[in-house]
């Protein structure tokens, strides 16, 4: 079966760096997404990893393993807002999107 | 820009009625989609569109149907509900399918069937 694994939850304090870990399980592969979802709201996209390393947009980084079937979305300076929902999603062979069930990271001041 | 858009915001069924989903994207996307997002899992996807005219089974098809008559608008239909299809209800556009292409998701809409 196909299946991506994530943290439940995790806390983190407001300034620090956080490091959310995916590992996944498919049926091939076409790519890794993250996504960030706020409580009650929408997800929207973060990030696009295929090939592996390091993908860097501002204060957010994506890091991708495709022999270890892993990936890690990097989180420095935390603020606040960034307190949400995490959410990776794989494209499998099929370009199906195959979700985890997502990282709720809580940011104390 | 209003993006994607979902109506109804909120719903309340009782088991065995029925009721329809609406979904408008304003941004000419050839792919919608429609999943389910339920605590303690991942977006499932229930049925999806790669353009005007057509649909096709996702993960959880059962007890759902779809239309999309016009490019822009992708509805969700549920026939007879059931408890079982109490959920958060997410409509997603992309301009592409495969690669690259994120999904632009409406604010979801939360049903519940008592």
């Known amino acids: 079966g196909q299946n991506i694994d994530q943290p439940t939850e995790m806390t983190a304090t407001e300034g620090a760096i956080v490091q959310i870990n995916c590992t996944y399980q498919?049926?091939?592969?076409?790519?890794l997404f993250w996504y960030q979802q706020h409580a009650g709201e929408a997800p929207t996209f973060l990030s696009y990893?295929?090939l592996d390393g390091l993908e860097e947009k501002g204060r957010f980084s994506s890091f991708l393993s495709r022999s270890k079937g892993y990936s890690y979305l990097l989180l420095k300076e935390l603020q606040m807002k960034d307190s949400a929902s995490y959410l990776c999603?794989?494209?499998?062979?099929?370009?199906?999107?195959?979700w985890g069930a997502g990282t709720k990271l809580i940011i104390k001041p | 820009n209003a993006g994607v858009t979902q109506t109804p915001k909120f719903r309340v069924l009782k088991t065995g009625q029925s009721m329809t989903l609406l979904c408008a994207q304003d941004?000419?996307?050839?792919?919608m989609y429609w999943y389910r997002q339920d605590p303690g899992m991942g977006l499932r996807l229930i049925h999806y569109?790669?353009?005007?005219?057509?649909?096709a089974k996702g993960e959880v098809p059962d007890g759902y149907n779809v239309s999309r008559l016009k490019k822009q608008n992708f509805l969700l239909g549920l026939e007879s509900a059931a408890p079982s299809q109490t959920s958060v209800y997410f409509c997603?556009?992309?301009?592409?399918?495969?690669?690259?292409?994120?999904?632009?998701f409406g604010e979801g809409s939360r049903l519940t069937v008592l």
């Open positions: 997603a556009s992309s301009p592409i399918a495969g690669g690259p292409g994120e999904l632009f």
């Open positions: 941004m000419n996307h050839e792919y």
């Open positions: 569109s790669v353009g005007e005219g057509t649909t």
């Open positions: 498919t049926s091939g592969f076409n790519g």
């Open positions: 990893n295929v």
């Open positions: 999603a794989v494209q499998d062979s099929n370009y199906q999107l195959i």
